[in-house]
């Protein structure tokens, strides 16, 4: 009945964003939500998207059904950004087009349950939608610590014991740079060592791929934990967005890959996505993976792509820069330098939840209640303000 329905909260995230655009101040800061903004605050459109969208619009394809896969070129270009030219081109890939990454997400758990996968591991803190999609669909979630305080870096003793006690066929969820919402990723090395790890321990892994090039500013150089588990001969899915590196948010644009060792099942695993995708949503939506495919396509819209995610990447450093430069210049209490060693969106500032309520309260600056900032929402136009602001609530 539906009188038996409880009232659900909604994301906190989400709660924050809409605080923040009824908020009537005019200083008022949103770093909340993770998308990226230009300098001027606003969102930013990619050039080579604007380029694409012109070039689709003047040979417009119409609004026919798809395919059930994706379409083949968004495929092919999203094969060959997550694994590379030669990887992508080998024949063990079995991809799905999802509705983003968190349909990427969703299939990956699905396409999991169906090969007798279900049983998870995943470190905190992490992304917040993480552990109800596993379980909405019977997965059991068992979480170990992502993030040491003290160092305010990666715990990665507590990802190696974990490793090493988990059971065989457990699924491991790692996200493969730009943590959310730590900002603190695993070096080469770490990645070397749990790979080794994985493979030894009959572990699979899932790398979840949301912000690649935002880390190193090279989308290639922020693949390389793909690669190197593909080069190991390990089985794994990949879930991919590009939400946020061809800024396509709300168009929905993802795919979904496994990994299959055996060549000879390749078409087992493609025709279970692709079944398994019929149940759920038949077609992914055609307009944003046609404009990435476009971008896929073209040598020169490649280009750009590059200088686009160099450029954003190279905005977000600077702004780390300027916020440690100002709260070093306001003495504020507190070691702050780990907004320069954190990566891609996130700063997780180490902000209590009463101090961001008093952020918010006082001074109308929208970060988390778990203290990530989104970088992103900063300038050299509220730089000052929004350190200002944490320098306060530090003080209060
Ligand atoms: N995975 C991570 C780590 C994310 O931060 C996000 C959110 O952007 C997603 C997946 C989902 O991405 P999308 O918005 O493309 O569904
Ligand atoms: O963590 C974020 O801010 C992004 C966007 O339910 C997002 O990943 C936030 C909440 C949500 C879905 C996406």
Same mark, same amino acid.
Request: negative net charge.
């Given at each position: 009945?539906?009188?038996?329905? /409880?009232?659900?909260?909604?994301?906190?995230?989400?709660?924050?964003?809409?605080?923040?655009?009824?908020?009537?101040?005019?200083?008022?800061?949103?770093?909340?939500?993770?998308?990226?903004?230009s300098e001027s605050g606003g969102p930013y459109l990619f050039p080579c998207v604007a380029e694409a969208k012109?070039?689709?619009?003047?040979?417009?394809?119409?609004?026919?059904?798809?395919?059930?896969?994706?379409?083949?070129?968004?495929?092919?270009?999203?094969?060959?950004?997550?694994?590379?030219?030669?990887?992508?081109?080998?024949?063990?890939?079995?991809?799905?087009?999802?509705?983003?990454?968190?349909?990427?997400?969703?299939?990956?758990?699905?396409?999991?349950?169906?090969?007798?996968?279900?049983?998870?591991?995943?470190?905190?803190?992490?992304?917040?939608?993480?552990?109800?999609?596993?379980?909405?669909?019977?997965?059991?979630?068992?979480?170990?610590?992502?993030?040491?305080?003290?160092?305010?870096?990666?715990?990665?003793?507590?990802?190696?014991?974990?490793?090493?006690?988990?059971?065989?066929?457990?699924?491991?969820?790692?996200?493969?740079?730009?943590?959310?919402?730590?900002?603190?990723?695993?070096?080469?090395?770490?990645?070397?060592?749990?790979?080794?790890?994985?493979?030894?321990?009959?572990?699979?892994?899932?790398?979840?791929?949301?912000?690649?090039?935002?880390?190193?500013?090279?989308?290639?150089?922020?693949?390389?934990?793909?690669?190197?588990?593909?080069?190991?001969?390990?089985?794994?899915?990949? !879930?991919? !967005?590009? #939400?946020?590196?061809?800024?396509?948010?709300?168009?929905?644009?993802?795919?979904?890959?496994? /990994?299959?060792?055996?060549?000879?099942?390749?078409?087992?695993?493609? #025709?279970?996505?692709?079944?398994?995708?019929?149940?759920?949503?038949?077609?992914?939506?055609?307009?944003?993976?046609?404009?990435?495919?476009?971008?896929?396509? #073209?040598?020169?819209?490649?280009?750009?792509?590059?200088?686009?995610?160099?450029?954003?990447?190279?905005?977000?450093?600077?702004?780390?820069?300027?916020?440690?430069?100002?709260?070093?210049?306001?003495?504020?209490?507190?070691?702050?330098?780990?907004?320069?060693?954190?990566?891609?969106?996130?700063?997780?500032?180490?902000?209590?939840?009463?101090?961001?309520?008093?952020?918010?309260?006082?001074?109308?600056?929208?970060?988390?209640?778990?203290?990530?900032?989104?970088?992103?929402?900063? !300038?050299?136009?509220?730089?000052?303000?929004?350190?200002?602001?944490?320098?306060?609530? /530090?003080?209060?």
């Amino acid at each position: 009945k539906f009188n038996q329905l /409880v009232r659900e909260e909604p994301d906190p995230i989400v709660k924050t964003m809409s605080l923040y655009a009824q908020d009537p101040s005019p200083n008022k800061v949103d770093v909340s939500i993770g998308v990226y903004k230009s300098e001027s605050g606003g969102p930013y459109l990619f050039p080579c998207v604007a380029e694409a969208k012109k070039i689709l619009a003047a040979n417009d394809p119409g609004h026919n059904y798809t395919n059930m896969q994706g379409i083949p070129e968004f495929l092919e270009g999203a094969r060959r950004a997550a694994f590379g030219e030669k990887y992508a081109s080998e024949g063990k890939l079995a991809s799905l087009q999802t509705i983003s990454g968190t349909g990427a997400l969703h299939m990956a758990f699905l396409f999991l349950r169906e090969a007798g996968y279900t049983n998870y591991y995943l470190g905190v803190p992490s992304w917040s939608n993480y552990v109800s999609m596993v379980e909405h669909v019977g997965g059991k979630v068992t979480t170990f610590n992502h993030y040491r305080e003290d160092t305010k870096d990666v715990d990665f003793d507590s990802v190696v014991a974990t490793l090493e006690s988990a059971p065989a066929d457990s699924v491991f969820i790692f996200q493969t740079c730009c943590h959310n919402p730590t900002g603190a990723d695993y070096t080469q090395e770490q990645w070397t060592k749990i790979a080794e790890l994985v493979k030894q321990r009959s572990i699979i892994p899932l790398l979840d791929t949301a912000y690649q090039g935002f880390s190193s500013g090279d989308k290639e150089k922020d693949a390389w934990a793909i690669r190197h588990f593909y080069e190991l001969g390990i089985e794994f899915v990949v !879930s991919q !967005s590009f #939400s946020k590196n061809l800024g396509l948010y709300g168009e929905r644009v993802g795919a979904m890959h496994a /990994v299959v060792q055996d060549k000879e099942f390749v078409p087992n695993a493609q #025709s279970t996505l692709v079944a398994l995708f019929r149940s759920e949503c038949s077609f992914a939506p055609a307009f944003g993976a046609r404009v990435a495919s476009i971008v896929f396509q #073209s040598p020169e819209l490649q280009k750009v792509w590059r200088e686009d995610v160099a450029n954003i990447t190279k905005r977000l450093k600077s702004v780390r820069q300027k916020v440690l430069e100002r709260l070093t210049k306001l003495q504020t209490p507190g070691t702050w330098d780990n907004v320069i060693k954190q990566e891609g969106l996130f700063w997780y500032s180490g902000l209590t939840p009463a101090q961001n309520d008093r952020l918010i309260s006082k001074h109308s600056v929208y970060s988390t209640s778990i203290g990530r900032v989104n970088i992103a929402g900063l !300038s050299d136009a509220n730089i000052n303000y929004f350190c200002d602001a944490v320098d306060e609530v /530090v003080r209060a």
